[in-house]
């Protein structure tokens, strides 16, 4: 049995649990608890350690997503969830600029662990406040070359085509590997 | 699409930056407890801005150029053409009274100061709305952004947000974006903005940077990020470490491409089945 990850990450509130539960066969296993802290209490519940969903490919082979806690004060989780990660997804509430900051940092700490492949996703468009994909590239800082593509977590076939979208990106880099390994040759 | 926020969230310079990417036309609202401004963009430049206490008025910006007085604009602005300032423009050229580069330069410098106030407001709520322009009677002077974004985070008196932009000094290093020297050519550079261009390379860190031209952590953060968000340079990871940090991860070469290529290919299938 094979067992592969992708690791969904963003900020507080982004909607990484509901991305991860409009895909996974199990009901999510997640780690949810009553939020405290006043300043966050825009919602009942947050993520503490992880969210975790799986779909099965076949009999031997496994997809896990993982979704990291989105408040700072467990970062501590981050690295030992990226491990090993075949990629992983930047999840965005396109309609809180207030937390843009932070996603670019959350982006920053991920593409530091390891060379892997990932995609934004600019969450939430179905509401009338979100930033546009195209400003949310600039305000984030993307790289050209990286996709950024409007989700909406709670609509099943936006949340395949995000994962697709980063799957594609990881043949790309398959393939272009591939190719510097037969010019090698 | 709404693009809509606090200044303390996303800061004027972002913000500018955006709409000039992104060659955006409309018009731009900002407004504080005390203030209020608009900004008018076609294609990416700025065209007109006014505050809530200035109604922008050519009259108005010619008594603070100090080419008109306060009677002379008091009067002008009692009758109804001097409320058109294309018309009042022309009227004033034919009289002699001003030329057409006293205009320009007087629209111009009127709007970069209410530009570059907005640079100093760190609290305010924003709202973009596209395609929105200002009436055709009003004199639109196109300013490239580039110039105002560099000056303006010249004037950046703002520490904190500077730290924070750029947090890490030891652990950061420049290079020049694709697009750098066709903007060097279209920009003009203070001395030191040149001393750190001088620098710019990827074995250099920020810090060696800043050592290497005797500038303050605070100076050189102030070039650094004016130079970031005019496009000139990008921060990437310095090389030297590079090469610490190259640890072969899991997805790599271990493993043959060939059945990491076909087990993408079945979590798509699966995915798109779903
Ligand atoms: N309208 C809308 N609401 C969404 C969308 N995605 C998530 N939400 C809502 O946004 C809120 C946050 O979603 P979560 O999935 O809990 O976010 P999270 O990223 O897991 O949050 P933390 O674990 O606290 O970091 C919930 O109320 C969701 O129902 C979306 O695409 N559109
Ligand atoms: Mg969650």
Redesign the interface.
Known sequence: M?A?KIVITGPFNAGKTQFIRA?SEIDVVSTESKITDPAERIKEETTVAMDFGR?T??DD?V?YLFGTPGQRRFDFMWEILS?????FIVMVDS?R?????EARYILQVFR??????YVVAANKQDL?????P??LR??LKVDPEVKVIPCVATD?EQV?NV??EL??T??ER??L??AG?EMEH | ??????L???STT?LL??IH??RKTGCLTVRTSSEAARLYFRDGKLIHAHTANHDGHLATMLVKAGKLTNEQAQKIMARPEGRNDVQLGMLLIKAGHVSREDIIQSVRRYMLDIVYTLFGWYDGEFEFTPDALPSADRILIPVNLEQVILEGSRRLQEHERLQ?ELPDLDHTALRFTNGADARLRAVNLTVEEWRVISFVSPRNTIRVIAQANNMDDFQVRKVVYGLIQAGIVELV?PTGQMAA?GVP???GAEKP??I??S??????N???R?
């Open positions: 094979q592969v895909v779909i490919i076949e082979l997809l491990e090993g990660m075949l990629g309609t600029p207030e937390t843009f900051r530091s662990y390891a060379p892997t492949p009338s406040e979100a930033w546009s195209e400003d600039i305000a099943k395949k994962l697709l799957l594609y990881i043949l398959l393939e590997e591939e390994a | 699409m709404a693009l809509k926020g606090n303390r969230d996303f972002q930056n955006l990417l992104a924070d990871r940090l991860g899991e997805f491409p060939a990491k290529r087990l993408i290919e079945r979590l798509i699966r995915i798109k779903i």
